[in-house]
């Protein structure tokens, strides 16, 4: 018992430039803003206290809320599954022992070195204009081409193809997860005689289903906030398809200078990406397995 | 060994010869997806300047060769090679102390058994999910109180402190997909809990550390608006500040050099993640750590 | 709970405490130390009478061409002031504003500040951050026109800033797609002659259209048709309509036939350029024949077009106003918690009035707004003369100043989304006006309640 008690400081000492540095850096900022949703405030001059205002206004007044809210969820919805299963994919074509897998791992971590530069935004415009490339590659197995940016129905889905297509830092994530999976276990199932699919589910997935959970919750975290890549390659048009929940907060803050209302909508974001990753949390305990026994 | 023998292994690697070059097929085709903006920059920073946006083509109708010489030079008041040395002063020290502090968090959280354990958890993740728009203007009246505006201190001490948050869920994560065994015996062998840090847990964790180096990098390397908002002078700037500084819709923008510094800019990413991949080949499996 | 935890938690953290107030008490006494010796040159320079040393902080966006003639500026500035050092802190337009708002916020503004002529109302209604500079002797306004100062540059009877040079609402057009299409440059546009001559461009090439429009476009387009019309401001002083219903529908019946005739490119084509035509391919390899833009990005568009050309935007037979929007490019500001205020407005006196430095600094910051500095630059052949003579077109010919509330972006938003929904046919142009004037109307008792608080 003794032994127990002195590691509990053990561990505090360990997290301590965490706490002090959440003290310092971070815990101002998230009070100031939560303060902040409560007033009129332009940035520039004095918050004024307004009670509740922004919420009620956000929910009965706000024609973008309702939008925006509902593009940020469909994005996050296409995105993630979509991300994360090509992640992992292409990270166990690369965990293959071929030859000069070195530089197809570089090749194919290149476009997240590019993150939100601006040749991404002129790239990615170039190749889903209409005379673009994806529709000159279409072409050839004579599908007409797609207005993959000024199709309402189809914008979203184009932005969100930018971040699948950066996959590489979940992709990174699983490659080293992968690594750390002990060759000794699929040793032992070949003389099982088990087949690709079986050592798949049950030896790859469960040994890297923490890393899985970490990807799913950064990747949702992230692509709730996602901001980028609709703001650079459409605004957030045509039609606001793309006016994501970012967008919406942005333009409150900087273009509009209403850093009240916009820390309001801040916050209700912070709520619902909360109740997402909690449900994570409590999902994981049914699909995430502990090499340490999970405590 | 009889013929029939012979056949049906001639027959199975055949299939794995076709399999094989199926699969460098596949890997290759996609793989020129992969590149093709790569090289539609690298087309872009040899083009004339009106060209970049006329045409899709890769390459360019007349190869324009200065654009690395002016694009270099910029301004004339600070040369490219300012902005990336800068950068390389920004970096190094926050990736250097987000391992050191994160793996120290990590371990703490991943390993250890102490009061308040999940809710602090809680709000560790809990930071990552409020917009920067708007912690954006308290952070930095704190910063500027510190009397840190100007000045790299704003990226390197946060770093110290373990304020990315991703990189401790990350290793958490990672220390708990490892088994303990190694670490209780070698506390029976009386190492102490930063000792067995040191010597068993870090070369376990070298993959996730090494993820974390190439992200950090990658990451702060390409960060734009907090460099933006707390840098203002020219000669402090970093590589993305660098990269923007002449963008504006009522000057003319030479694309070609915004193209060429572009590529530049991308090289020690490119070069950072093709020398640190070998690690990820020695993982844990073939160190034949785990006996 | 464990008193003893929380002490060691408590220890944790008054360590990493103090360790960063060791870093800052440290970077004091740097302070302190570089004080120090800077004082010491001050007595030095005492005894020979020397004017106090002092630095000023300059911040301004641009591209190269202005970067590098306001650095030369400066340096020129330097040696023949040597007391006066000036920090130049330059860059690119992204994220300018939110960098400015932030600093105003702290109080860590630079000493000059150059700031857009829309900002003014955002920025002053909030705060009191310029000097007035019309109470500086060190600056001689007289060299501005006093009409130009007195609309733009005035805020509550205060001289906010000094204008740059003077922008306008044009025109550019594709000499060359003119030429192919047979198009009169001469053409003085009306918005019938307009809709007509795209019509058979269109009918001749159905891959050509004259006009490249986005939604920011088509709203400056709809903005002048109304107030063509009407004479009024878009938006009144008092936050009511500038319009009724029967104009705006009209206005809306307009755009819509623009957008049948063919006269635009379609939205969902062009949708990859929005926010940014100038890039638009079809427009550089001129399948697109007109812009409607601002002088002030003639010379960035002349670069990649090179036949490029300035017309004046389409004014309607017997119009109320011509709508011409005319302003200032930019302003230059001096913060109000400057320091050196006296040799910040000696720096901006030289800065608009010396012959030298307009030589310096050319049309970086459109056509200057003073008719010494123009001189200068028409002597030296330094004036592109289409562009001088749009320029002194359309002082003659500009209409009202728009007022403060016509340019709010928030109302900006509200009409380019209804003109996209009516590009893509989702509301009739009827629909469309009843639309906007609703949004209009919420908005701006929103406004107004703010206003009062």
């Given amino acids: 018992m003794k032994y127990y008690r002195s590691k509990n400081y053990i561990g505090l000492l360990y997290i301590s430039p965490w706490i002090a540095g959440f003290l310092l850096f971070k815990l101002y900022p998230f009070v100031m803003s939560f303060i902040y949703s409560f007033t009129e405030f332009s940035i520039l001059d004095k918050p004024v206290f307004t009670g509740l205002d922004n919420y009620i206004y956000m929910f009965t007044k706000d024609k973008l809320f309702f939008p925006a809210l509902k593009a940020t969820l469909a994005y996050v919805l296409m995105t993630v599954p979509m991300k994360i299963s090509f992640a992992l994919f292409v990270a166990m074509l690369l965990n293959m022992k071929l030859r000069s897998i070195n530089i197809f791992r570089t090749a194919y971590y290149l476009p997240s070195i590019f993150g939100g530069s601006v040749a991404v935004s002129v790239l990615w415009r170039f190749l889903f204009m209409k005379e673009g490339i994806v529709n000159k590659f279409l072409g050839f197995f004579g599908i007409k081409s797609i207005d993959w940016l000024g199709n309402p129905d189809v914008a979203l889905f184009t932005v969100s193809l930018l971040a699948v297509w950066q996959f590489g830092s979940s992709m990174v994530i699983f490659l080293a997860g992968l690594k750390q999976i002990p060759n000794e276990l699929y040793e032992a199932a070949i003389v099982d005689g088990a087949s690709r699919m079986r050592k798949f589910f049950s030896i790859t997935l469960p040994m890297i289903s923490p890393v899985m959970f970490f990807n799913l919750v950064m990747q949702t975290i992230n692509a709730f906030q996602e901001f980028t890549g609709p703001y650079v390659i459409t605004g957030g048009g045509p039609m606001n398809a793309t006016y994501v929940y970012s967008i919406l907060v942005y333009d409150n803050a900087f273009r509009y200078f209403r850093m009240g209302y916009s820390s309001a909508l801040s916050w209700v974001l912070f709520l619902l990406i909360m109740v997402f990753t909690a449900l994570l949390f409590k999902s994981s305990s049914y699909w995430t397995y502990y090499e340490d026994g999970g405590k | ?291 | ?453």
């Fill in chain 2, 1 to 291: 060994m009889n013929a029939a023998t012979l056949h049906r292994k001639n027959v199975k690697m055949m299939r794995h010869g076709i399999a094989k070059v199926l699969l460098y097929t596949f890997l290759i085709a996609f793989g020129i997806f992969m590149v093709y903006p790569l090289l539609w920059v690298i087309g872009a920073s040899f083009k004339p300047n009106d060209e970049i946006f006329k045409s899709i083509n890769i390459f360019p109708s007349k190869v324009v060769l200065d654009s690395y010489v002016k694009g270099w030079q910029g301004t004339g008041q600070y040369t490219f090679g300012t902005f990336l040395i800068n950068s390389f002063k920004l970096v190094i020290p926050v990736i250097i102390f987000t391992i050191v502090s994160s793996t120290m968090v990590a371990y703490g959280f991943a390993r250890f058994n102490f009061p308040l354990k999940k809710p602090l958890f809680g709000i560790m993740i809990a930071t990552l999910m409020l917009p920067d728009s708007v912690t954006l203007i308290p952070r930095y009246i704190l910063f500027n109180r510190f009397g840190w505006v100007d000045s790299y201190l704003p990226f390197i001490v946060p770093a110290l402190f373990a304020s990315h948050s991703f990189f401790i869920f990350m290793m958490v994560q990672f220390l708990r997909g490892l088994p303990r065994e190694l670490e209780e015996s070698a506390t029976i062998d009386g190492c102490n809990s930063l000792q067995t840090l040191i010597k068993i847990v870090v070369p376990l964790c070298k993959p996730a550390i090494i993820s974390m180096s190439i992200f950090q990098f990658i990451w702060t390397w390409n960060d734009f608006l907090n460099p933006l908002i707390y840098i203002n002078s020219v000669d402090k700037y970093t590589v993305a500040l660098g990269l923007r500084m002449s963008i504006d819709g009522t000057s003319v923008i030479h694309w070609n050099q915004i193209m060429a510094m572009t590529v530049i800019a991308m090289l020690p990413s490119i070069i950072i993640f093709f020398l640190a991949q070998k690690y990820f080949v020695e993982g844990v499996a073939t160190t034949g750590l785990k006996g």
């Fill in chain 3, 1 to 453: 709970m464990n008193v003893k935890k929380f002490m060691y938690l408590f220890v944790a953290i008054l360590l990493c405490i103090s360790l960063i107030a060791g870093c800052t008490t440290q970077k004091d006494k740097a302070d302190e130390q570089n004080a120090g010796t800077g004082g010491a040159t001050q007595d030095e320079g005492n005894k020979q009478e020397k004017p106090e040393e002092v630095t000023l902080r300059f911040m301004w966006w641009g591209g190269e061409a202005r970067h590098q003639a306001t650095l030369e500026a400066i340096n020129t500035y330097q040696k023949n002031n040597p007391h006066v050092k000036i920090n130049a802190e330059y860059g690119g337009v992204d994220g300018y504003l939110q960098k400015l708002a932030t600093q105003l916020s702290s109080r860590t503004a630079p000493d000059i500040i150059q700031i857009d002529v829309t900002w003014i109302l955002e920025l002053t209604s909030q705060g009191d951050f310029f000097v007035n500079l019309n109470e500086r002797d060190e600056i001689d306004t007289s060299i501005f026109d006093k009409n130009f100062l007195d609309q733009f540059c005035y805020h509550d009877g205060k001289l906010i800033g000094l204008p740059t040079g003077v922008n306008a609402g044009a025109l550019l057009y594709n000499k060359d797609f003119f030429k192919k299409y047979g198009i009169d440059e001469k053409m003085k546009w009306t918005w019938d002659s307009l809709l007509e001559v795209a019509k058979a461009v269109h009918e001749k090439d159905p891959n050509a259209y004259l006009l490249n429009f986005d939604a920011i476009r088509s709203y400056y387009a709809l903005k002048a048709y109304v107030i063509q019309k009407t004479g009024n401001y878009w938006i009144n002083d008092d936050y009511t309509l500038g319009f009724d219903r029967e104009t705006l529908v009209e206005a809306f019946n307009y755009l819509n036939k623009l957008f049948e005739a063919g006269a635009i490119e379609p939205f969902e084509q062009s949708a990859p350029f929005h926010g940014k035509p100038d890039q638009n391919p079809k427009w550089l390899n001129g399948e697109i024949g007109m812009s409607w833009s601002w002088t002030s990005t003639y010379a960035a568009e002349k670069a990649n077009i090179p036949n490029l050309s300035i017309a004046m935007i389409p004014i309607m037979e017997g119009a109320k106003d011509t709508a011409l929007v005319v302003r200032p490019s930019q302003l230059l500001a001096i913060n109000k918690d400057s320091k050196n205020v006296a040799e910040a407005a000696k720096f901006l006196n030289w800065f608009f009035s010396d012959p030298e430095a307009a030589k310096i600094l050319k049309d970086v910051r459109g056509v200057p707004a003073t008719k010494a500095a123009r001189d200068v630059l028409v002597e030296n052949n330094m004036l592109d003369p289409v562009l001088n003579e749009a320029t002194t077109m359309a002082m003659e010919k500009m209409g009202k100043p728009e007022n403060a509330i016509s340019q709010n972006q928030e109302l900006e938003k509200i009409t380019t989304d209804v003109i996209q929904m009516l590009a893509y046919k989702k509301l009739t142009p009827e629909q469309a006006a009843d639309e906007l004037i609703d949004r209009f109307t919420q908005k701006l008792s929103e406004l107004k309640e703010q206003l009062n608080k």
